[in-house]
């Protein structure tokens, strides 16, 4: 018997699909009628003209920064008369790599070593047996990524050793970037491009208005998001390929004007809302985007830190005095690895030298949590390092990304962000504080800039086409985005259906956003609205409760074309979802594990499962 198919499908149940072609062809049909929509996996022409080799520069991207880097590099190959492709890594088999000629790997780590979310299917197919011969194909690797982890630049190295294994040449040998990685991916950029040019004979466009590659900030504009991922821009974005001029090198100095507190009296959460004036910056952004914020550390902890030191503060060091340099210059809350290495070494009947001794880094993490630079210096006793000693081994402040809770047509010349303000008691019962969220609370107002600057999300973004429905998974602040989502589909007069999972531990005091979501629920912006607070009962529910709940209808909004998007945190919510989709999938298409896997992997290849985890 033919089973009736989801409501609003229009696919059989039993139709002779598979589930990757079944979620394909769902997302295609819902879709059909969006004007101008590129091919999915971002392989377009290279315009008029024959170029002497064509290069595919394939990215895999968690924030942003390698996609925008990608970008630059396949305007620099074209700049020489080569041809540029670029696309995600999860878009190409092995089979099409394997015809490729030149490929040029843009890759960051995510988590414990981890591939990001559109490069992961693109690993599991590569590392497979058997992987097909890459015998004539020229590659390298370019890898982003923060020394300050154990798993450095760990997937640019995992691709880079597979190519090789699998008969590729290397044109280059792989970099692998820190935090701040404009300067050596330019060069790296430049090195490859000039070699590959030099080898096919490509003669160098001129007058091209191309800048540099890896040039850029690596926070450029935003423009190119319909381009590049299929979902579309909100109308305020500068022209493709342009680039802001505010970098985390060169802050754009902005006002707070808004610092509300979300929470309730009496929420164990100090959740709060900002809103930036971008004043003439010309930062335009988009839904889904990041803002960087440009943090300083607090007095409580410089003071802190110079009492243990034994310092005034007005010392002068080559960056200029003692405590400027530890309010503005230096990560003092979270211990580098090479303070660690140097205070074991220092130190060997600490108790950090104890921990160390065991080998498990699980166990380091555990005792390291809680603890910061003033900690571990107290653990050191007199072996510790004095300030000259210190400042070498301390990583540079970093500014913090959060994201954009806002949309530039609801919201024009602001930008808004929803942020979880950190405060809790050490192991020396002395109050500790997050950097960057206590610093907006606390001294940022009034008078004072912020220095902030855009991080584009090209693969997080509301749907071009605006009949797509969308499900937005998101509890605490992970709501962020999807209030930005929300405001954007209502000021684009979007007709797609629009369904909620929020959650948090108190109804009464964590509902973020109460009176703004029952209005969007109210006009028909919010079509579904289904809320998980878990202290509000004996067995605690969490959004993926809500999820196995409604599987059935879950399931008919995926089968209609529906884009799902998760944010928030990656160790448990977004591992503890993602095998909620699972269930909902098997058990509403009842062709068990394999074939549920296979019709996620299909959705994420189709970018409707999209991810903005931390």
Known sequence: M?????TGSLIPADAPFSAEQEAWLAGFMAGIAAAGRRDADGFGADGPGAPAATIDVLYGSQTGNAEFLAGEVAAGARARGLGGRVAALDTVTPQRLAAMSHVLVIVSTYGEGELPDNAGLFWEALRAAPAPRLDGVRFAVLGLGDRGYDDFCQAAKLLDTRLEQLGAERVRQRADCDVDFEEPAAL???????????????????????PAPGAGSGAGSGAGRAAASGTGTSGQAAAPGSRSRWNRRNPYRSRLLVNRLLSAPGSAKEIRHYEFDLGDSGIAYTAGDALAVSPVNGDGLVGALLGQLG???????ADGPLAEVLRTGREIRTPSKELIADLVERAPASGLAAVVGRGDRSDLDAWLTGRDVVDLLRD????????????????PLQARQYS??????????????????????GVDRRRHEGVASTYLADRAGGDAVVGVHLQPNASFGVPADDD????MIGPGTGVAPFRGFLHERAARGATGRNWLFFGDRHRATDFVYEDELTALRERGVLTELDLAFSRDQAAKVYVQSRMRERARELYAWLQDGAYVY???????MARDVEAALLDVVAGQRGRGADDAAEYLAGLRRAKRYVRDVY
């Open 2 to 6: 033919t089973l009736l198919p989801p």
């Open 404 to 425: 954009i809770s806002s949309s530039p047509l609801a919201h024009p010349g602001r930008v808004h962000l929803t942020v979880a303000s950190v405060r809790y008691e």
């Open 566 to 572: 998760v944010c928030g945190d990656a160790s448990r």
């Open 188 to 210: 790296w950029t430049a090195e490859v491009l000039d070699r590959l040019a030099a080898e096919t004979g490509a003669e160098q466009a001129r007058d091209t208005g191309v």
């Open 380 to 395: 050191a006793g007199r072996a510790a390092p004095d300030a000259g000693e210190l400042l070498p081994l301390l990583r």
């Open 468 to 471: 797509a429905p969308i499900v």
């Open 311 to 317: 310092a005034r503060g007005d010392e002068e060091t």
